[in-house]
């Protein structure tokens, strides 16, 4: 029972942990909660009117206008194919993680931030120069134009980021757009809310209350993401289905061995004027204190484990860790799993012990 | 009012009645013995008496009222308000203390710990068990275990007391202080019911009844 407890305790805040983590990095350090794209055409003219109007929807803590634009970079290597993304980046959540060097300040020219797995392949490092080709937009302004712009940057920083950013291109979108020659243009708004499970709900108000855009939440926008974390929910209804066996088969045996071994005493109980429900109760009890025991004990072993895992990761990449999260849930739902399953294990025994028939007993056959 | 009336008793095992139309009653305060040899049927008659075995025909009325009525709580409510229960093997729970062995009808019929300990250390005094009182039930000797038993089962005060071979397992001594506790029920105002296969114990009783192959001849 403690072992029970104790194996799903930690299992349950690394499941948690995991949880959170993929959706700090696919949302918070990535793509945001709600994703707003035009729909008609491939740019919105002015993103930052529409960024502030989506800043007052209430729980919003960022609208994040992005550019992005198909582009190449070069550094001491061969030239590589890479997204580049205009952003804030001073803005409290961007779509990446910096792992080296600094951010980019605002109006910021000659500085990029590359991802880190296409810095490696560069290869370049904070500091070393990089040339960058910028696909422009087939807008009818660029149409007797070079369709492409060529930059010279200093790599000011490195960023990580599951969801994209490692093979990504950051420059700061006032210069981008402003060089461009369209100052307020995003590709897409990344709205980052304060609970990601009201994502939904706001992405179809901003569809129904502005037409022209095209809405979706986190869990709509990605199929590995949310098919990510139906998964992690599986694995955790599985492994509780394992404990739920693990702990009834046991418990189920043990007391009714106890209940075979203490027919003598369940007799006498009964002759002495013990009803069938009391000797029921006595017997239900003796299983919620072992289960209670055993939760117990569980969730110090459970406590010790995570502090463990705490300080010990089982996962751990590029900023991306897995520890275990430390909520209530990570306790109260293996303990009321275990505890659940103690009484149903140890209804039958205690049902045998309610109807034991007590004159065989006084007979001394028992 | 009788305690005690049962009426056509009859118990079949198989094709055979163990007991046969039984018919008996005892008053308050009066004492009667089965006799009979082993195998006539003395147990099984207690045992339907007690509420314990369902008896295939007849009745048992407790102070007029028919014991078998009703469900298994109200059946098992009648066991613990009006019958007390002696049998060979004084059939105490053997990892209890002698006082909680005594106190557990009292507790359960009351609700209240304290009082049912306080009875009971009252009724193993007056018993002269009450040095073997913190003892575990199974440490205590044959002689002790069955005069813990009788204070068990006086504890509630029963209206019939059941009493199966009570001084089958112990010296004459013992025997001897077995029955002379039997008697404070009796003194307290309750129908004893004692069976045995000892003229002599039965001989303490105030009326012997002869069992033999599950008929009372006399």
Not at chain 1, 341 to 361: E, F, K, Q
Not at chain 2, 105 to 117: E, M, V
Request: glycine share 10%.
């Amino acid at each position: 029972m403690a072992a029970a407890v104790g194996f799903q305790i930690p299992n349950s805040a690394n499941r948690a942990g995991y949880e959170s983590e993929l959706l700090r990095e696919a949302v918070s350090f990535g793509n945001g909660d709600v994703r707003v794209r035009p729909r008609e055409t491939s740019i919105f003219a002015d993103a930052d009117a529409l960024a502030s109007r989506l800043s007052r929807y209430p729980g919003v803590r960022t609208a994040l206008p992005v550019l992005l634009l198909p582009g190449a970079i070069r550094g001491k290597g061969a030239l590589n194919g890479a997204p580049v993304l205009g952003v804030n980046t001073t803005s409290p959540f961007h779509p990446f993680r910096l792992i080296a060097g600094e951010l980019l300040s605002s109006g910021d020219s000659q500085g990029v931030l590359v991802g880190r797995s296409l810095a490696e392949r560069l290869p370049v490092s904070v500091g070393d120069r990089v040339v960058l080709h910028v696909l422009l937009p087939p807008t009818p302004k660029m149409l007797h134009e070079d369709n492409a712009r060529r930059y010279t940057l200093v790599v000011r920083g490195l960023v990580g980021g599951t969801f994209g950013a490692q093979e990504s291109v950051f420059m700061d979108r006032e210069f981008f757009a402003q060089d461009l020659g369209m100052p307020r243009a995003a590709s897409m708004v990344f709205v980052y809310l304060d609970n990601h499970d009201r994502a939904r709900s706001l992405a179809q108000l901003i569809a129904a209350e502005m037409p022209q855009v095209q809405a979706r939440a986190w869990i709509d926008d990605s199929a590995y993401l949310s098919s990510s974390m139906q998964a992690s929910r599986a694995l955790g209804a599985i492994s509780e289905a394992m404990v739920v066996a693990a702990v009834v088969i046991p418990v189920l045996a043990l007391l009714f061995v106890h209940v075979l071994n203490r027919r003598r005493d369940i007799g006498i109980l009964a002759a002495l004027g013990f009803g069938p429900a009391e000797i029921f109760f006595v017997f239900l009890t003796q299983a919620l204190w072992v289960g209670l025991l055993g939760s117990v004990l569980g969730c110090g072993i459970g406590w010790v484990l995570i502090r463990h895992f705490q300080a010990h990761p089982i996962f751990e990449w590029e900023g991306f860790v897995i520890r275990p999260l430390l909520v209530w849930g990570s306790f109260v739902r293996p303990v009321l799993v275990v505890l659940s399953a103690t009484v149903l294990a140890g209804t039958y025994p205690a049902l045998r012990a309610a109807r034991l028939d007590p004159a065989p007993v006084f007979r001394g056959l028992v | 009012m009788p305690v005690l009336r049962a009426e056509d008793l009859t118990r079949r095992f198989g094709d055979r009645d163990v007991v046969q139309g039984v018919l008996l009653g005892l008053e308050p305060g009066e004492s009667a013995a089965v006799l009979g040899p082993s195998g006539s049927g003395k147990t099984t008659l207690l045992h339907m008496i007690g509420i314990l075995e369902r008896p295939t025909r007849g009745r048992v009325l407790l102070d007029g009222a028919d014991a078998w009525s009703g469900g298994a709580a109200q059946r098992a409510r009648r066991r613990l308000c009006s019958i007390g229960f002696v049998t060979q093997q004084g059939n105490l729970i053997g990892h209890l203390s002698a006082r909680d062995n005594v106190a557990l009808p009292s507790w359960r019929k009351s609700g209240y710990r304290a009082g049912a300990l306080r009875e009971a250390d009252e009724i193993l005094e007056q018993l002269g068990v009450s040095a073997v009182a913190a003892e575990r039930a199974a440490t205590l000797s044959a002689g002790e275990a069955q005069r813990v038993a009788i204070a068990r089962a006086l504890v509630n005060a029963p209206r019939l007391l059941l009493a199966d071979e009570p001084t089958a397992n112990v010296d004459s001594e013992n025997g001897a202080r077995i029955l002379e506790a039997l008697s404070m029920a009796q003194r307290q105002g309750a129908a004893t019911l004692l069976v045995t296969h000892d003229a002599a114990v039965a001989a303490r009783m105030g009326r012997i009844l002869r069992l033999l192959d599950g008929r009372l001849i006399s």
